[in-house]
């Protein structure tokens, strides 16, 4: 009788063996399936004892993430490539430009003509220069190498300073840019370098879409700090405000060939990196961008003064 058992035990854990070997083979069978090809499929199994659907399980769960990692990565690429092309676009065009003039110095003899056509060299250049250093300040940011050194700030003083450098530009462009500053001291904790890029993205932004009406404003509201910029537009209609922080976006091209579209997103982002942020909004034919930053109390040693 002790020995019926013992042959019965044995047979059985046999056939266990036999079925656990089989199914091992089986697993094996289908990641092999899987590395050869590009499958939704999951690892599926006739048996879970013994381990072999835990085993499953993790496969499977290791299976997705690395799914989820190749989308993204495949997603990223894509993206790249459409940033490229994108890029090349944005380059060239004032490139072309810069070319025709220097084709045009070149075959002209009059002295004003060449002033001319060397001041229009100048003005593309600086244009291109600005581009280039919003697309290096984009991949700063986008790689994480953009470092944020938050310190306590006199906004006022930033906002004014700022403004200031701006003054014969609106003066060449006919702008009688409208202010409302408080004599209050309104402080925050930013990096100035960071928060001044923002104001001068701002301004950018009016002076290129705008039409020649600007306003801007600076507020303590509760224990928030709130700049203003507004603009005046001739085709509000085409201003979508859900997406003017879209990477790339331009509401005009034809005003925007010197622009990479970059602007507002990059003022946006830099703005969370600040724990603060950027809205847009229409009142009728102004376009308004409103930053909000953490207001601190001011009259402490220790604030920034030069940025």
């Known amino acids: 009788m002790l020995t019926i058992i013992?042959?019965?035990?044995?047979?059985?854990l046999a056939v266990v063996l036999w079925k656990y070997q089989r199914q091992m083979k089986d697993i094996c069978r289908q990641i092999a399936f899987l590395r050869e090809h590009d499958s939704n499929m999951l690892i599926t199994t006739q048996i879970r004892a013994g381990g072999v659907g835990e085993l499953a399980e993790e496969l499977n769960e290791l299976l997705l993430?690395?799914?989820s990692e190749h989308r993204e990565y495949m997603e990223k690429e894509g993206e790249i490539a459409r940033i490229y092309t994108d890029l090349s676009h944005d380059i060239r065009t004032p490139l072309t430009s810069l070319d025709g003039y220097f084709q045009l110095?070149?075959?002209t003899?009059?002295?004003?003509?060449?002033?001319?056509?060397?001041?229009?060299?100048?003005?593309?250049i600086g244009s291109l220069k600005e581009m280039l250093e919003e697309?290096?300040?984009?991949?700063?940011?986008?790689?994480?190498?953009?470092e944020i050194e938050r310190t306590a700030c006199r906004?006022?003083?930033?906002?004014?300073?700022?403004?200031?450098?701006?003054y014969e530009e609106w003066l060449a462009l006919g702008i009688r840019p409208e202010f409302?500053?408080?004599?209050?001291?309104?402080?925050?904790?930013?990096?100035?370098?960071?928060?001044?890029?923002?104001?001068?993205?701002?301004?950018k932004n009016g002076m290129d879409h705008g039409e020649k009406k600007i306003r801007i404003a600076l507020k303590r509201q509760g224990d928030r700090a709130v700049m203003t910029f507004a603009n005046q537009v001739s085709c509000p209609d085409k201003i979508d405000t859900e997406h003017v922080f879209d990477r790339f976006y331009k509401a005009d091209e034809a005003r925007s060939r010197t622009s990479t579209g970059?602007?507002?997103?990059?003022?946006?982002?830099?703005?969370?990196?600040?724990?603060g942020d950027i809205a847009a909004r229409m009142e009728e034919d102004w376009f308004v961008a409103e930053v909000q930053l953490a207001a601190l109390p001011c009259g402490a040693k220790g604030y920034t003064e030069d940025v």
């Open 262 to 275: 970059l602007g507002l997103s990059i003022a946006r982002e830099l703005a969370r990196r600040m724990e």
């Open 155 to 166: 906004l006022n003083r930033i906002l004014k300073e700022t403004l200031f450098s701006y």
């Open 65 to 67: 993430e690395m799914k």
């Open 180 to 203: 409302s500053i408080p004599e209050e001291e309104i402080c925050v904790e930013a990096d100035p370098r960071a928060l001044r890029r923002v104001i001068q993205n701002l301004i």
């Open 6 to 12: 013992l042959i019965t035990g044995i047979v059985i």
């Open 105 to 107: 110095l070149r075959e």
């Open 135 to 146: 697309l290096f300040t984009y991949t700063k940011l986008q790689g994480g190498r953009y």
């Open 109 to 124: 003899r009059d002295p004003e003509e060449q002033e001319r056509y060397i001041r229009i060299i100048q003005e593309r």
